[in-house]
């Protein structure tokens, strides 16, 4: 078992930065990977980012070369940078265990807006 904790999101105008954390605990020598995904209203949950426990990394092509994600014990972190209204989104940890299994965090909402 796997607890995801998240801290960061909030509100944060056009142009503007935000740093998303997530913490795991737990049986977190049997994660394979982490990542963020969000779920803006009315649309479905999307990947944002990926990174394995070796640091190899996948981004949404709607967030390359804004958004970076990282990893650190048993942290991930999400730095973004340029935000746009179209980030506004409730963000999700998750995290996938090497037996195939996912866990995920309660989302916190980032809200991009003048």
């Keep these: ?27 977190i020598f049997s994660i394979n990977d982490m990542g963020w995904y969000r779920q803006a209203p009315g649309k479905q949950r999307e990947l944002v980012a990926r990174i394995t426990i070796g640091g190899s990394t996948n981004y949404a092509d709607s967030v390359k070369g804004r958004f970076t994600i990282a990893n650190a014990k048993n942290t991930v972190a999400l730095q973004m940078n340029s935000l746009k209204p179209e980030d506004t989104a409730v963000y999700y940890c ?21």
């Excluded at 056009?14 to 913490?23: M, Q």
């Excluded at 965090?105 to 807006?113: A, C, D, M, N, R």
């Design 94 to 114: 998750n995290a996938r265990l090497l037996n195939g299994m996912t866990h995920w965090g309660k989302g916190p909402l980032v809200t991009v807006s003048s």
């Design 1 to 27: 078992q796997v607890t995801l904790v998240e801290s960061g999101g909030g509100l944060v105008q056009p142009g503007g930065s935000l740093r998303l954390s997530c913490a795991a605990s737990g049986s």
